[in-house]
């Protein structure tokens, strides 16, 4: 059975602070139970100097295509913004992953996937739509006559197929 996309996020939630407390608890094994607290530190200053840097630069807006950005720094972007988050967040996990978006690489490879994800989601039709080319469908005025055609697919009365 799937799993719902809110049921993966509610997850995520869940799962999360027990798997930062698993990261912090190797860390203080690895350099030190004082060194470990004064780098979960360090992320978060640097996370809220990112922000305060960042400060009201960024701006989301609505388009047609989908969402875009304008900078008013020329380093500001929604992804400087998300990275400033995560370091802000007490944890390891989301310090690294904080620190990676402010590779431009990784910035440019997740834009490309967000981009790619909502082309594809505008893409598809919604649930229950049937979307067919002009050439693979045409116009009946005739019911009687569309039921009389033998090249159409028979239902029972029920409306369920043969």
Not at 5 to 21: G, N, Y
Not at 103 to 120: H, Q
Not at 135 to 149: F, I
């Amino acid at each position: 059975m799937p799993i719902h996309p809110l049921q993966r996020v509610a997850l995520a939630v869940l799962i999360l602070p027990l798997a930062e407390i698993a990261a912090f608890i190797v860390a203080a094994i690895v350099l030190g139970p004082l060194r470990a607290i004064l780098l979960l530190v360090a992320l978060s200053v640097a996370g809220a100097v990112i922000l305060r840097r960042t400060g009201r630069g960024v701006r989301l807006r609505g388009t047609t295509q989908g969402i875009a950005w304008s900078a008013g720094a020329a380093d500001a972007s929604p992804f400087t913004a998300l990275a400033g988050i995560l370091l802000v967040i007490p944890g390891f996990i989301t310090g690294v992953l904080g620190l990676v978006l402010l590779l431009p690489p990784a910035r440019r490879a997740l834009g490309t996937w967000i981009a790619a994800w909502f082309a594809g989601a505008m893409a598809r039709p919604p649930e229950g739509v049937v979307d067919l080319d002009p050439e693979e469908w045409r116009r009946q005025d005739n019911p009687e006559a569309a039921r009389q055609d033998p090249r159409l697919p028979r239902r029972r009365p029920d409306g369920e197929p043969p």
